[in-house]
């Protein structure tokens, strides 16, 4: 359905929002009776009592926004107040990517932004449909715990992996509700206008980062006009195949594998300092397919450095993970052990964003060939595999397939990346920074997933200052890279 539609629609039921209960989800029309114009009814928070300025509500809103007098859901919020409501600005609403990651988690940690920006905003953070507090995707646990390889190795296996792929979206359906087929970031963007007009905001700030800025993305699309500011940091570039997608990333993963390599040459604190890392990563993955490792398999090896080298902040402990790794075997860590019957399952929104175009066990191993090629170190854990292959088969409707960005913004957006970013690379920014057009492209020289949550003063200073006063970074402009540290 054209998103031009759902904008019209959104317009017409966003005076009838239903505002308020605790309840998680409602799988039938709603029986509360509409508060036009009502705000949200803001409470302590449970799991914050501590600090008076946080408090929390929720919203029921639409499962399908094409069916506003359907099936509704709660999502939930948070907010921290401005610290100095005489100099407020208004609000800054932020996505923590993922998919999965908890807004109204990072609303409690009064260390994501700078003091600042609290001075200034009221930050309200919020759970997106299908994670959290707002009507989490559930699935069965025990059909978890038999998910097969992500990488089959012959036709039969990834004939199975589609058939598995199947039974468990049915599955996540039965346990979830409506919503485990509205999770797409087009969805999550008509919740963001929500709550913004619940709040009675004529303008909202925004802030995503990695996966959240396809919703800010989304948003500048159907609501330009509603855009005060916007930061991009480390975005995903949704305009491009998901082969493009799978192997860029890989491509990113394994730049990052070798800085990590020559920080560990040039750093004497490093754990691994004075040795061949490449050689010493490539004989760990030789003795995981061995059995040598313990529980470790390559794949778990692989996809753990990928994960853990996000921040360079844990280098350090990365190092030292893989020399005692070398040292004897040790067993991989795994999932805290449960006896719940169902599990969350927020990945389920990728599927419903990334039309894969995989034809068939040919095609995805040629694409897995590729993503070899340019990642020879860290091979398919740094491909994205597990992401892709959840979604191969995926029976539920693709709401939000790739395309080209098509953003009026009144305001130019802030579009922010790091030079050595192993999972969205800096291109891709650069490929988005154009599509928006009327926005700006700032780069740190350095490393990492996430420039503004590792707390460098020169990007945080920039991001700030955009935020704060409208002012953008000149056109090239960088901050130079700063060495990891833990």
Not at 34 to 42: L, S
Not at 136 to 150: G, N, Y
Not at 348 to 376: H, K, M, T, Y
Request: aromatic letters at 8%; one cysteine or more.
């Amino acid at each position: 359905m054209p998103r031009k539609f759902l904008t019209t629609l959104y317009v017409l039921v966003s005076g009838a929002l239903i505002l308020g209960g605790a309840a998680i989800v409602n799988t039938g029309a709603s029986s509360a009776s509409p508060r036009a114009g009502a705000g949200p009814v803001w409470r302590d928070c449970p799991e914050h009592p501590a600090d008076p300025r946080v408090r929390c509500a929720s919203l029921t809103l639409p499962v399908d926004w094409a069916r506003p007098d359907g099936p509704t859901f709660e999502l939930a919020l948070a907010k921290r107040s401005a610290a100095n409501p005489a100099d407020r600005i208004g609000t800054l609403m932020f996505h923590p990517g993922g998919p999965g990651r908890s807004g109204v988690d990072a609303v409690f940690d009064e260390r994501y932004f700078n003091p600042e920006v609290l001075r200034r905003f009221d930050v309200v953070g919020f759970d997106p449909r299908g994670v959290g507090r707002s009507n989490p995707v559930l699935c069965s646990a025990d059909l978890l715990a038999r998910r097969p390889h992500p990488v089959p190795a012959t036709r039969a296996a990834y004939d199975s992996l589609v058939s598995y792929n199947r039974a468990l979206y049915e599955d996540c359906r039965k346990h979830t509700g409506p919503l485990a087929g509205h999770l797409d970031s087009v969805s999550v963007a008509h919740d963001v206008d929500a709550v913004r007009a619940a709040l009675g905001e004529e303008t909202i700030s925004f802030y995503g980062v990695s996966y959240g800025t396809l919703t800010g993305q989304a948003y500048a699309e159907n609501y330009p006009h509603r855009v005060r500011a916007m930061v991009l940091d480390s975005p995903m570039d949704h305009s491009q195949s998901a082969r493009s997608f799978f192997v860029t990333h890989a491509a990113a993963a394994e730049d990052l594998f070798q800085q990590f390599a020559s920080w560990c040459g040039r750093t004497t604190t490093c754990a691994l300092h004075g040795r061949d890392v490449p050689a010493l990563f490539a004989s760990l993955s030789d003795r995981a397919d061995r059995g040598d490792l313990g529980s470790y398999t390559r794949y778990g090896l692989t996809t753990e450095f990928q994960f853990t080298s996000w921040l360079p902040a844990a280098w350090p402990g990365l190092a030292e993970r893989l020399a005692a790794l070398d040292s004897g075997p040790a067993p991989a860590p795994g999932r805290a052990a449960t006896t719940a019957e169902v599990r969350p399952l927020p990945d389920l929104a990728f599927c419903q964003d990334w039309n894969l175009g995989i034809r068939g066990f040919a095609d995805f191993s040629r694409l897995i060939e590729r993503a070899e090629g340019v990642a020879p170190h860290l091979r398919v854990g740094a491909a994205g595999a597990e992401s892709f292959s959840f979604c191969v088969g995926h029976p539920g409707k693709v709401g939000n397939p790739q395309h080209r960005l098509d953003a009026a913004l009144r305001r130019p957006a802030l579009v922010v990346a790091a030079q050595h970013d192993p999972a969205t690379p800096r291109h891709w920014a650069a490929t988005v920074t154009e599509q928006i057009g009327h926005a700006r492209l700032f780069t740190y020289q350095g490393w990492g997933h996430g420039v503004y949550r590792q707390h460098l003063p020169c990007p945080n200073g920039v991001v700030d200052r955009y935020l704060i006063e409208g002012r953008l970074p000149a056109r090239g402009a960088t901050c130079a890279a700063v060495d990891p540290r833990p």
